[in-house]
């Protein structure tokens, strides 16, 4: 009777600091912060990290991990445990701190189904000198628009209105309409768009037109 009385339920315990490694190493954790004398209290912390790392054996001798453990060894004392730490003890409010906010390209591009990264190629492209590679840069930028358009628009565009697009994204300072150059065919596009859907497994219209048809 005793025994069922003194039966511990989760939601009567405290809440773990960090569950992944159950709650026996919150205890060593706890047992090692009410020793008094330290260099005891050294060498049973040396041994909970002995044991977190045979739990990952293949990065236990990684001078990274063995960081990352005692980091995590103080986060489970709450920054209380008072023991000589082999490399830099991370701060409490440095690990709390919260990222920076990361920066967006742009936040309402004018054709938005060419992606932010056609707008990067081209920043990049009107930086260089003018000469072939540049031409060949500026080339493989209109061919991939004309793809990312169909993308979009599943029929057909004409190149016009890729140069057009890329003078209008280059402020003015690429113009392959006054080149006279020629985009690789739609059809191009199209007909390696089906080969790719087949070879990842998506039935053609012949196939799918062939399901259910008696074989005799």
């Known amino acids: ?32 912060m009410s020793i008094e004398d330290r260099e005891e209290r050294n060498k049973v ?11 990952q054996p293949h990065l236990r001798d990684v001078p990274d991990f063995q960081h990352k453990l005692w980091d995590q060894l103080f986060i489970m004392s709450d920054f209380k445990l008072d023991v000589d730490s082999p490399v830099p003890i991370t701060s409490k409010e440095l690990l709390q701190a919260r990222p920076e906010p990361l ?43 004309k793809k990312c358009y169909l993308n ?15 003078y209008e994204l280059s402020d003015g300072q690429i113009d392959l309409a006054s080149d006279g150059e020629n985009l690789t ?23 799918r037109s062939s399901r259910g048809k008696k074989r005799y």
Do not use: C
């Not at 596009?189 to 039935?203: D, E, H, I, W, Y």
């Open 185 to 207: 065919e739609s059809g191009q596009f199209l007909k390696q768009r089906v080969a790719k859907s087949n070879r990842t497994g998506t039935p053609s219209k012949k196939q």
């Open 103 to 145: 920066e967006y390209p742009q936040n309402h591009p004018k054709y938005r189904f060419y992606g932010n990264n056609i707008k990067r190629m081209i920043d990049v492209a009107i930086q260089w000198e003018k000469g072939d590679k540049r031409d060949g840069l500026e080339y493989a930028i209109a061919n991939h628009m």
């Open 152 to 166: 979009w628009n599943k029929d057909t565009v004409d190149d016009k209105a890729i140069f057009q697009h890329l």
């Open 45 to 55: 912390a040396q041994s909970i990290i002995s044991v977190m790392g045979n739990l």
């Open 1 to 32: 009777m005793n025994s069922v009385e003194n039966l511990e339920y989760n939601t009567e315990r405290p809440q773990l600091i960090i569950p992944e490694y159950g709650r026996h190493f919150q205890k060593m954790v706890d047992y090692a």
